[in-house]
């Protein structure tokens, strides 16, 4: 039981992880380039999944332009209420915990943290 416990803990840390990581990886800014790291949403991603001419990529890519800002604060919102859950629920789990699994859990957060600090620096140098 106690062993589940840990797994369960562990998986909804590293789940948590996962799901914020992609936080800081998808505030694309209008105008950043052409997609959206990786994602093919962005007009090369398009253009050469459906073969666009040259005058059907001028006439898509200020679509994709105006969709980029919408998704960003959509995406924003959602890794906030997630977020919001994870503190939640991590708060109520603690009390639970022994001391060595507070800091076992104490080192996720933090190594999740620094990995996130770390991809904005990645992200925000990337934009320069």
Known sequence: MKQTMKRNIL???AAGAIALGGFVVVQAQP?????????????????KQLD???????KVQPILDAAKPQLAAIHQEAMQKAKGVI???LS??????????????????KAHQDMMNAHKELHDAMQQ
Do not use: E, M, Y
């Open 11 to 13: 998986t909804f840390v």
């Open 92 to 109: 109520q789990i603690r009390p639970l915990l022994t001391a060595d699994q507070q800091k076992k859990l104490d080192a996720v957060q």
């Open 31 to 47: 105008g950043a380039g052409g997609g959206w790291h990786g994602h093919a949403f962005g007009l090369q991603g398009i253009t």
């Open 87 to 89: 503190d939640s629920s």
């Open 52 to 58: 666009l001419t040259s005058d059907q990529q001028t």
